[in-house]
């Protein structure tokens, strides 16, 4: 199946650094989200964006939409060890009449030292 | 409290043998899913459901059973036709089109 291509695969960084990712796709996707999923539990939907261009912050978090609609971006700053996790992308497709299909990216493993 | 109950956390299957992974959801979602999830890989659809009584296959269906008889329930099951079912399971449901997938905390299957 389609997965979106998702960098870097990991990070290991200092407490207190600012982070990066992101997730770049072939198609055009509707809605882009972001999840983070610690060892052994479901995703958590971190944050959700519905309009090409459309930049939303959630706490320390920040994420955009890209204007091309093939890719997002997110942003943590100021990170602390409970940051420690995988993230992932999504992407936010039609899958025939009215269902969506997500395809995800392949995860962001962040790894915090204190 | 609302939300996405998976059951069981842990579950082993013999040779063989088919066995059920529960999802409940309370959450008065019409739209449920399940994903695979195998390490260093992302989620893999298996099954979806828009609406009780009706469910489609995946991207990965082959091996695998549903059914929606309710709203709040999707039990998958896993059957002996699935030659590699060691993976983590998850179960999502949504709202509405266009709107996130909420997703349980997920069961870890593995051969006995």
């Known amino acids: 199946g389609q997965q979106l291509n998702q960098s870097p695969q990991s990070m290991f960084i200092q407490e207190g650094e600012d982070v990066s990712m992101n997730c770049t796709s072939s198609?055009?996707?509707?809605?882009w989200l972001w999840y983070k999923q610690d060892p052994g539990e479901g995703p958590v939907l971190l944050i959700a964006l519905y309009k090409a261009g459309e930049l939303t912050s959630n706490g320390r978090l920040t994420a955009q939409f890209g204007i091309t609609r093939k890719d997002s971006f997110l942003n943590i700053s100021a990170s602390i060890p409970s940051d420690v996790g995988i993230y992932f992308c999504?992407?936010?497709?039609?899958?025939?009449?009215?269902?969506?299909?997500?395809?995800f990216g392949t995860g962001t493993l962040l790894a915090v030292q204190p | 409290d609302g939300g996405i109950t998976q059951s069981p956390k842990y579950l082993f299957r013999k040779e063989g043998q088919n066995v059920t992974l529960s999802c409940e959801q309370n959450l008065n979602h019409d739209a449920m899913y399940w994903y695979r999830q195998d390490p260093g890989q992302g989620l893999r659809l298996i099954y979806y459901?828009?609406?009780?009584?009706?469910?489609q296959k995946g991207d990965i269906a082959e091996g695998y059973s549903v059914s929606r008889e309710k709203k709040e329930s999707f039990p998958l099951t896993v059957t002996s036709a699935q030659k590699n079912p060691t993976a983590f399971y998850l179960c999502a449901s949504q709202t509405g089109f266009r709107q996130p997938q909420h997703f349980g905390d997920g069961t870890r299957l593995s051969i006995l």
């Open positions: 459901s828009q609406i009780v009584n009706d469910f």
């Open positions: 999504a992407g936010l497709t039609n899958y025939g009449g009215a269902t969506n299909k997500l395809i």
């Open positions: 198609s055009i996707f509707n809605t």
